[in-house]
């Protein structure tokens, strides 16, 4: 489980059709294999590391479902590793369990004051609610808007230096994760 707080922006080393190295320095201080680690938030499995990167392998499911298949060496990415029973929950509840791709369809406004606006899959639309929660490319944001399929969030000038945002543009792909919460509330009520 993840906050959506992003630790530090990698760099891809190495991108093929089933592996992704990534250059790192503060989400490898403890990190061991077979720990996770949110890569714009899917959550990634370190099967190889080095003192300066981490190797994980990519699952069909995970390209499937994700932006990932789409990175190329020197492409920047959001890290953020796995909570800690002892972690403070900065952000919201974020599996790393992407469920689907998204489109920016506009990023605009000032330093002070920008508004991201991200197209998603119809099938996601039905979970995204004004203030609720939305992780794009793992980053934690309050939903400040919502029409037919797509929603609006407020971009803090932080969470823009900070995060791979600052590189995004209208048009260009990123990982959306809706609240678990919307999903199973969905599930237990009863259909007809």
Sequence with gaps: MFTGIVEELGTVREASANRLVVAAATVLVDTRLGDSIAVNGADLTVVERTDDSFTSDLSAE???RTSLGSLEA???VD???ALTPASRMGGHVVQGHVDGVGTIASFDGT???RVLTVNVPADL???VVEKGF???DGISLTITG???TAFSVAVIPYT???TVLRFRKAGDPVNIEVDILAKYVERLLPRG
């Design 62 to 64: 995970t390209l499937a």
């Design 74 to 76: 020197g492409d920047p």
């Design 79 to 81: 890290l953020e590793r």
């Design 111 to 113: 330093p002070a004051d």
């Design 125 to 127: 639309a039905r979970y």
């Design 134 to 136: 939305v992780a794009v």
């Design 146 to 148: 919502v029409r037919d």
């Design 160 to 162: 823009f230096d900070h």
